[in-house]
């Protein structure tokens, strides 16, 4: 069977930043044609990063997005590279559209599409027909729906092309393409992170794969862009439905691979609403040998490791921070946050800083410093005694707010250090805390990113345990001390407290947790799944309570399929409970 | 011609609380049945609040309402008003949906619809078309469109149905029910306050009115819901334009009046895609006089100091606060705020407290002394200094730093005695220095609610010039004093500080915020429009540097078309100047 030579090219966009965005493709590029492929095929909006949100409303946006899309086709052409052909996501736009839209202050004029650069021009462009408004996705908001079905007719193979969510519907450009002979289906997808999607994506792409009789290329983006981390994890798979091509997680790549192309040069009606570019031009595949794919993990907590770590070397270097800092507590989340950060970051980029009170345990102030010599990062003790007293004293606080006060010194502490310095706060609160609100805002909630904020208390001690193993394997020094993992979990803020005085047993709460705000079950669905009803009640109106809070916290990457954030969608002010609980 | 008497019942709803809606919504009936109306027609989701954001999405809340609506059509006839025709708006589902849609995580399943009460029974459901998704609207994340256009047929009139946005596109159910012979449309509406909105809102509905060739009843739910205001100003149009019944503004309200029907028994074919229900046993209209209508405010400035007072009791009451505490300063921002916080709850739900620094002005602790007195509220003075001394002296604090702890030293001491007394923290910032950043974070930008984050600075003077004059008009001490107005806006975190160190003149800066922010204009279309490009493109990078400081901001009303929050949607992470400068 003939053969067809294509590229995958991973990238990392920045948002916003088309100059970088386009030097990655163009690099990506000189790797892709050096392999002798004839087709190098990019993620979704890989020209502007995913999601630009608002800035899709923008013309100005959309006319310099173009105009970099016709310089990067140049580019190409003038390094030596103009017969290949370059598969670009960017929004197009602004369209002139009818009467109604435009009344509207802030309609969508853009589509969400993907030119064929080749010959040093733009060939051909698709634009998106399913907008995802659902989870995290709101491109009904920012984007008009495409309506033409595309076929590219290359080097001898028809290749469809789909953008994302297409693939996922079986209506439109799918069901238009269904039958018809394509050798290779195209797909730039912006697909973020979240635990199980493994499970989801691959399957996917195999029944269409198979439904269609074609070779399917799915290229994903790259790298944390605030909440969201793209774990790449690109993929062929062949028309038998079997995984031939899989790039790196969450790292950029370029994955050359040639595929054996079933219905090369065949001939066939072209299907209702489709619409065929002959792409002339394209060079015939190169015939150098191609590297042995990298080994790949599939350890699901290793995953997660790696989708948190680079949410926060995405977020701290995209936004140009030196450094971050954080408050050392002794306790278990402030570890795997410092954990984290030393491995996103490197140790001489962490600042650590005890902050002992009068609650605090002496084991706190031990445990912090061993993780600290261990992690090697720069440490340093605040003592916040003499700062609370200056409050309690002059106020006369008690119970709730002496506790508070605490937590809020620490917090002016840790910005008064960020200011001094420059570096960037991380705050270490987790998703049970987060959910329930066992957290004292402007205190704990400091900062400016939140690594675990999406990971479940429960979950906390698995990575924990599961990074201390790992570098028990390599022969390294469990980074976390034991302690901090063993211990009962304490706010300390005062004498004795632990956490369960006030909430449920974690391994219970996080249950719950799970079926309330990741499955969005309702308390009497939870309550049929066997918990105790008036625990259910309590959890939820719980959950409702802290929904103010939880919208000035910082943003963190979501690891699950429902983080805090933009995937939930609650008003602050409603009655919940009442809903929930028959009255 | 014969006549149609119908009731207007704009009522302001709590997001979640059925009981308390529909016990609303039965009060408002009696009211209207008092009057002999044979309709009433209430707002958009009357029943459940609106926006009920992902609320839409439980299985069980969409039951409840179901229930609900059921139990309030019961209590009408028990009641004795069967034989008045209710039209209450509520979420209708779940609905059994196609596999496609199912397979998505969070993929809508009830439609926003609008139910007829009559004789004890639903009798009609009309499920919307045009789901908005822009602006601060979600609707196509979380409902599903309607597809059947409705015509009720009661006492001799026929009767057209949309909900909101329906009537706002020219396509849908407004094309399929134009030409035909409608006695009257009945529309609800969950449409919130923006300066600008009566200009467009009226004429859209004169314009229906006169196309379609019918009375077009307008109703608009009241009250604050979180950053929105809703300002009722329901109204009826007649089919020759003329805007002939007006309803309260931001309150709730019952208006009933009398319809002269030209078309009345009309019959004409049905037109395709519409289905029309008969409505036995509507009464007869009543014969009693009806009041003479309410004087109404057209004061611009007033509509905007009502609809901040609005937001501040709803958010206060609807979440059950007792009172509200806030710095003041001396300064203009938190004057303003402590005047439209006692005007909402009254002095004695009103704490303000001084907190001088050693940089504090003298006539700062008089200005805000004074200002509490002619307020009435209560008040006191706590130091800060000792306080700022304790971090300053331990940290060796200098620059940035030490101005930024003496604000979060003022955060910290509200947020105690908030947590000590109960109160809500009220957050003082303006929208002028929000968009620009000009705040500490965690310091004075700490609280649940922002009552002017919406009001550019040029507008704060003009408020509270506004609400002095009112007070002298009326005879009453204007409560602002004369030196907050006039003296040079300062944050004084160092010696001899005023904004405009730091800041382009607030005229200036204001007018380019608005073509920026609310107008949605890039940076050469403003300084097209005349401005200095050096000082467009300083603030532009402002505006997008500060970004991550208002995610983490509260909420607040929204007066103008575009607030910061749900209406401006923006990563965080991304090099936006670099795409609003040419490179």
């Known amino acids: 069977m003939p053969r067809f030579r294509l590229a995958l090219a991973q990238t990392n966009p920045i948002v916003g930043h088309r100059s970088h965005n386009a030097q990655t493709l163009l690099e990506c590029a000189r790797v892709a044609y050096d392999q002798g492929a004839q087709a190098m095929l990019s993620g979704e909006l890989s020209l502007t990063g995913y999601p630009i949100e608002d800035l899709a409303l923008r013309d100005n946006f959309l006319e310099l997005s173009r105009a970099s899309l016709a310089e990067l086709a140049s ?58 408004t659902y989870a995290v996705f709101d491109e009904s908001r920012t984007f008009v ?20 969510e297409d693939l996922w519907r079986s209506d439109g450009p799918v069901e238009t393409l269904t039958g018809y002979p394509l050798g290779l289906l195209l797909v730039p997808n912006a697909s973020p992170f979240q635990r199980d999607k493994a499970t989801v994506r691959e399957p996917l792409v195999t029944q269409r794969a198979q439904e269609m009789n074609t070779h399917v290329a799915y290229v994903n983006i790259a790298g944390g862009q605030d909440d969201l ?21 969450f790292d950029e790549d370029v994955t050359v691979a040639d595929l054996e192309i079933p219905s090369f040069g065949a001939e066939a009606p072209l299907p209702a609403g489709a619409r065929r570019v002959e792409l002339a031009g394209v060079r015939a595949p190169g015939s150098q040998p191609l590297p042995p794919p990298t080994p790949r993990t599939d350890d ?3 995953l997660v490791w790696q989708a948190i770590t680079t949410g926060i070397r995405d977020y701290v270097n995209k936004n140009s921070f030196p450094s971050v800092i954080l408050g050392l507590s002794g306790g278990i989340d ?56 200056g409050f309690d004293e002059q106020l006369g606080l008690t119970g709730l707010a002496a506790e508070n006060v605490q937590a809020r010194a620490r917090g002016v502490l840790l910005m008064a250090l960020s200011n001094q310095e420059g570096h960037l706060v991380l705050t270490t609160g987790n998703k ?152």
């Open 145 to 164: 729906p495409g309506t033409e079905t595309l076929i590219l007719r290359m080097a001898g193979v028809d290749a469809g092309i789909l953008i994302c």
């Open 229 to 249: 981390v793209f774990d790449g994890d690109s993929m062929i798979v062949s028309p038998a439905g079997h995984r031939t091509v899989s790039s790196a997680w």
């Open 334 to 389: 402030s570890a795997l946050c410092a954990s984290l950060a030393t491995d996103a970051l490197g140790p001489e980029r962490v600042f650590g800083v005890g902050m002992p009170s009068a609650h605090s345990s002496e084991h706190s102030l031990e445990d912090a410093q061993a993780l600290a010599e261990n992690l090697g990062l720069s440490y340093r003790v605040e003592g916040i005694t003499k700062l609370v007293a």
């Open 300 to 302: 699901p907590l290793e």
């Open 75 to 132: 580019a190409l052409q003038a390094e030596g590279m103009g017969d290949m052909a370059v598969i670009v996501g960017h929004p197009d736009g602004p369209h002139t559209l009818a009467d109604d839209a435009t009344i509207l202050h802030s309609a969508a004029r853009a589509t969400n599409s993907a030119s064929v650069l080749l010959g040093g021009k733009i060939q051909a462009t698709y634009a998106k027909h399913h907008l995802p």
């Open 432 to 583: 049970s805390e987060l959910a329930v609100g066992y957290s004292t805002i402007y205190g704990d909630s400091v900062g400016g990113f939140a690594p675990i904020k999406d990971v479940p208390k429960t979950l906390v001690w698995e990575l924990a345990r599961w990074r201390n193993a790992r570098a028990q394997s390599l022969g390294e020094t469990p980074p976390i001390p034991a302690n901090s993992i063993d211990k009962p979990p304490s706010a300390e803020l005062r004498p004795d407290q632990t956490d369960q005085d006030s909430l449920p047993d974690y391994e219970l709460l996080d249950q719950i947790l799970e079926l309330l705000v990741v499955q969005g079950y309702d308390a009497p669905q939870i309550v049929a799944r066997g918990f105790e009803e008036a625990l259910v009640h309590e959890v939820v109106a719980l959950v409702s309570r802290a929904e103010w809070k939880r919208r000035q916290g910082a943003i963190g990457p979501r690891i699950s399929s429902v983080a805090f954030g933009r995937d939930r969608r609650l008003p602050i002010t409603n009655t919940l409970s009442q809903f929930e609980r028959p009255e």
